[in-house]
């Protein structure tokens, strides 16, 4: 059975709310492509909201969705990041965060009350946002000098690849983001122009 190299994310944040006894939990689900898009988000959350009781969390990333994370920041175990990541399971998503701020109401919900709000929270911001479907793949930044510019930009324009953060200083380097299913045939054509893999570091 040919395996797919597509899988489904969203295309932009979203957001949801709950409320109950007085307590709001308000949820934030963006479009993440490493942890470190996790950390600087989770760090904005934290400051954004900074008077809040609680900043929950869940994420899962890549294709087969091995990189993954849930925290409780301080909330019961298993009754917050844990009910976050399982809605992003069940929607079937990958390369997504979502971040749970919690106002305390004053009144205790409970494992139980808990559980629902942060599944709830969840499941709204989830179904706010688009779905889109995307082709696996990575970000990789490529140094090189002048005279390899032609065949690169070449390289890149017939394989399609879209580049962000271009540098033409003393030499050229530029990220690009390679799909999986022509990730061999990119890193055979730059060998043949004379850049190999230690020119080329993942992102």
Excluded at 75 to 87: D, F, T
Excluded at 147 to 166: N, Q, T, W, Y
Aim: one cysteine or more.
């Amino acid at each position: 059975m040919e395996c797919s190299d597509t899988y489904n994310s969203i295309s932009e944040p979203s957001q949801g709310l709950y409320k109950e006894l007085g307590s709001r939990f308000i949820a934030m689900a963006w479009p993440v492509e490493s942890e470190d898009e996790v950390r600087a988000l989770l760090d904005t959350a934290r400051r954004q909201y900074h008077d809040a009781r609680h900043h929950c969390y869940a994420f899962r990333l890549g294709l087969d969705g091995q990189q993954w994370r849930a925290g409780d920041d301080g909330e019961p175990s298993g009754s917050a990041g844990r009910q976050i990541l399982n809605q992003i399971d069940s929607a079937g998503l990958s390369d997504v965060l979502v971040i749970v701020v919690r106002y305390f109401g004053g009144i205790k919900l409970g494992i139980p009350g808990l559980i629902r709000a942060y599944r709830t929270a969840t499941a709204d911001a989830l179904s706010n946002a688009t779905v889109v479907t995307r082709t696996a793949g990575a970000w990789y930044s490529v140094s090189f000098g002048y005279d390899a510019l032609p065949s690169v930009m070449k390289i890149l324009k017939d394989l399609e690849l879209p580049v962000r953060e271009r540098d033409f200083g003393l030499d050229c380097s530029l990220q690009v983001r390679v799909r999986l299913n022509l990730m061999q045939d990119f890193l055979d054509r730059m060998e043949k122009i004379g850049i190999f893999k230690d020119k080329m570091q993942k992102l």
